[in-house]
């Protein structure tokens, strides 16, 4: 899917974004996560084994949702709402937060603040659809 501007846009900011994926008794298991935007998927970065991992490996299926900034003509503040399947990637991950935390940090961040982080994860997320409150929903 391509993603309108206003979207690019959104997930290019320094918007956190809230992953939801599904534990194995199919309950929501939600985290914070920065990211950013490699071509038309949506790329997140993870230094060591955590839940939400687990969880894409067994069920890709996510959810992603960002708070947008601007508010709409009745007073609603946009939202943007990512429907998608992701893949882990092995590596990659100290170089994808560095480059993320030119945003969400400052644009001359050192992250991670470690000398020789390890190797890590990358979430690659293939969009499905769109949703919530804005110019990108249907």
Do not use: C
Not at 61 to 78: D, Y
Not at 80 to 94: D, N, S, T, W
């Amino acid at each position: 899917m391509q993603l309108p501007a206003e979207a690019r846009a959104l997930l290019e900011s320094d918007a956190l974004a809230h992953l939801v994926t599904l534990n194995a008794d199919g309950s929501p298991q939600v985290s914070i996560v920065w990211v950013g935007l490699d071509g038309d998927e949506i790329v997140s970065a993870h230094l060591r084994p955590q839940q939400k991992l687990r969880n894409i490996r067994r069920d890709p299926r996510i959810v992603l949702s960002l708070e947008g900034t601007e508010t709409t003509s009745i007073g609603l503040r946009e939202y943007l709402v990512v429907h998608g399947r992701a893949r882990i990637e092995e590596g990659g991950a100290a170089e994808w937060l560095q480059h993320l935390a030119r945003t969400y940090i400052a644009p001359d961040a050192v992250f991670p603040p470690m000398a020789d982080p390890p190797p890590g994860w990358r979430t690659v997320i293939t969009v499905e659809r769109l949703g919530g409150v804005g110019p990108w929903a249907d």
